[in-house]
């Protein structure tokens, strides 16, 4: 079985500072990984993923994300928080091998502070 | 290039009714996924076609959930008849191939009553 925890249902930060979303998975065998922005009374937005190779990703709108194998984690960060960046966002994970439906976090709202 | 689309993007029913939605993917995009999106909760996925083949219905609640993808291109995912708990957002998302990026529609609010 496989899974995405995201233990933050809110972060708060103010604009300027840098941001960080959690994210930790657990899937048998090697995780492809995903992070979705969703803004009000719309569909999920694509940001980056991650399937192999450098561990730091980058994606639209300035995020970025760190896979970390050890921890089993999947952070999503961007240096310097924008208003605009108040969302709703989703980490997703499935494993790479094979088929198996992507499986979604229960989501972190974002609320950037002006 | 033109997005996910969906209709309506609203619904409201009694409970009992039926109701369906519709969903035309990105041109040439072979995967197409209905999401069950409850309030509070991250997305799960109802169905998967590939083409106009189902790959994977394993949580679709069947005796009242159907969707079909007949010429492989927009889907419809029917609800008959509706419970309350069955008040969410669907979501529809396409992608090129099995399991790849998925661009995702705005999505039909229902609201059962």
């Known amino acids: 079985a496989q899974s995405v925890a995201q233990p933050e249902d809110q972060v708060n930060v103010a604009e300027g500072n840098p941001l960080t979303v959690k994210c930790t998975y657990s899937?048998?065998?090697?995780?492809?990984l995903f992070w979705y922005v969703q803004y009000p009374n719309r569909g999920l937005q694509f940001l980056l993923k991650?399937?192999?190779?450098?561990?730091l990703v980058k994606g639209s709108y300035g995020f970025e994300a760190e896979f970390n194998k050890s921890q089993t984690s999947f952070h999503l960060k961007k240096p310097s928080a924008l208003v605009s960046d108040s969302a709703l966002y989703f980490c997703?994970?499935?494993?790479?091998?094979?088929?198996?439906?992507?499986?979604f976090g229960t989501g972190t709202k974002l609320q950037v502070i002006p | 290039e033109a997005g996910v689309a969906q209709s309506p993007r609203y619904k409201i029913i009694e409970k009992r009714q039926s109701v369906a939605f519709w969903c035309n993917p990105i041109?040439?995009?072979?995967?197409l996924y209905w999401y069950q999106q409850i309030l509070g909760q991250g997305p799960k996925l109802l169905i998967q076609?590939?083409?106009?083949?189902?790959?994977?219905d394993s949580q679709l609640p069947k005796d009242r959930f159907s969707a079909e993808r007949l010429k492989g291109v927009d889907s419809t995912l029917k609800i008959q008849p509706a419970k309350l708990e069955d008040s969410a957002v669907y979501l529809c998302?396409?992608?090129?191939?099995?399991?790849?990026?998925?661009?995702f529609g705005p999505g039909t609010r229902l609201l059962v009553l």
């Open positions: 998302a396409s992608s090129e191939a099995d399991q790849e990026t998925q661009y």
């Open positions: 991650y399937i192999t190779g450098d561990n």
């Open positions: 997703a994970v499935r494993i790479l091998e094979g088929y198996q439906k992507v499986t």
């Open positions: 041109s040439g995009h072979a995967t």
């Open positions: 899937v048998s065998g090697n995780p492809y």
């Open positions: 076609f590939q083409n106009n083949g189902v790959v994977d």
